[in-house]
């Protein structure tokens, strides 16, 4: 099952905190495929794994259609290990909360510290908008939303257009 269902707010496993990989076998290999088809079916620009039901440390990237030409990228059991003092503000969307956005503000830079599918360890410098998928991503790997990271009146009244979303949905 390629493409796999999305896991929306209000969803417990996206609360919870993800499980280290330890196995980088072809069923990491398959959830990485998985995830990767998932991104693009929905047409997003990051992934982790908890979206789609798995509670496990991965997540994937793909930036090109947002005209940035990074590579894509999967990472196993990342973590920021450094991040810079000065701070950046951006729009940021999540599929997990479709059609709801805000502007979030995180470091500008980070160092992060990974595996690849393969097991190998890789390391790599990111600013811009790599370094706030990153972010955005890994925080899913500790039950963090974007929702988390605006202020508190930010945040009542996007759970309140949610809720008004999820009600003309029901309706
Ligand atoms: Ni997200």
């Given at each position: 099952m390629p493409v796999r269902e999305i896991r929306l707010l209000g969803d417990p496993v996206l609360r919870k905190e993800a499980d280290e990989v330890v196995a980088f076998d072809a069923g990491l290999r398959a959830l990485v495929r998985d995830m990767f088809e998932t991104m693009y079916h929905e047409e997003g620009i990051g992934l982790a794994a908890p979206q789609i039901?798995?509670?496990?440390r991965v997540i994937v990237v793909d930036l090109r259609r947002e005209d940035h030409d990074d590579e894509p990228l999967a990472l196993v059991n990342?973590?920021?290990?450094w991040a810079s003092s000065e701070t950046a503000k951006q729009t940021e969307g999540c599929l997990s909360i479709p059609t709801l956005e805000e502007i979030v503000e995180r470091p500008a830079k980070v160092r992060v510290e990974a595996h690849d599918p393969e097991g190998e360890r890789v390391e790599l410098h990111a600013d811009d908008l790599l370094g706030r998928a990153l972010q955005h991503e890994i925080d899913h790997l500790d039950g963090?939303?974007?929702?988390?990271?605006?202020s508190a009146l930010k945040r009542r009244m996007l759970l309140r257009k949610w809720k008004k979303l999820e009600e003309e949905h029901e309706s």
């Open positions: 039901g798995i509670g496990k990342p973590r920021v290990i963090i939303l974007f929702l988390d990271r605006v």
